[in-house]
């Protein structure tokens, strides 16, 4: 008999994603969406949320970040005893809470996966696993679930704060990046100037600006992003300034001291090999 796996924002993006991703691994998959349609083949569409839940072995939240505690609440004392609520926002202490604190016999997955719905096979794509109830228990169901992907544990309170930069850092910049570049009435012409740092960054930023607002913010909203993010306004500032009052042996210190903390983990010039080869596969 099929495993049953029910996915909660099933119209989505990533909820379109998880929906083929379990119908393709040959489990019966309903979907459920409050507010967007509900497409795919081999998926059986809900019109109620809690006869969603009933007999799924599985329960996926692809639901926004802050109403997401709120409904593990409510679908918590619904489901049947031993199934399993798997859930992948990208903010984790508030949802971990709400985990920790459903009934007994449920089974918590929370996990980060850090992909978009555009990829075409979990091989090799990284999943964040945070431990809820039995760390050594729930990383082996979500390796089972998602064979071939690789698995980084790390508690809630850390994942955020990892986050905050992973996402958030750069999410806040290239929205801004985005802003600006919008705004010019001449970019064809900048685009035949540009170079292969002006052609990565926009790609990068543009790409970003496909993800739905509510998710960007949700991003942006990390609480722990106010610290990078002020560290980041501190020396945008500083350098300014710097360089307003003529103070290049400052400038040129604050450079060196970032090329040699880089070097302790990273090979820059590596780095720059690798951007020529994004550049090319893109332009292809």
Known sequence: MKKKVTVLGAGGQMGKWFTKYFAGKNFEVIGYDSENKVTGKDIMV????????????????CTPTRRTPEIIRLIAKEMQRGTYLIEISS?????????AKMPAKINPICIHPMFGPGIKTIKGQ????????????ELTVA???????????????????????????????????????SKDEKMMLTEKMSGT???????LAESIMTESPE????????????RVAEELWKDVGRLLTDVQESKTEDV????????ERLKEHTDINESYKRLTKMVKAVEK
């Not at 740092?197 to 790609?203: A, M």
């Open 215 to 226: 998710l960007i913010e949700t991003i942006i909203a990390n609480p722990e992003i106010r």
């Open 197 to 203: 740092t002006f052609r990565v960054q926009k790609t």
């Open 143 to 181: 390796k089972s679930l998602f064979e071939g992907a690789n698995f980084v544990t790390i508690d809630a309170v850390e994942h955020d704060k990892k986050i905050a930069v992973i996402l958030g850092l750069t999410h806040l910049m290239n929205v801004v990046f985005a802003k600006i570049i």
């Open 252 to 259: 040129i210190n604050y450079i060196k001291e970032v090329q």
């Open 126 to 137: 990284n999943i964040i696993s945070v431990p809820i109830k039995d760390a050594k228990s």
């Open 91 to 99: 903010e984790k202490s508030k949802v971990a809470s709400s985990l």
């Open 46 to 61: 809900s019109d109620s949320l809690i006869g969603a839940i009933l007999k799924a072995d599985y329960v996926v939240l």
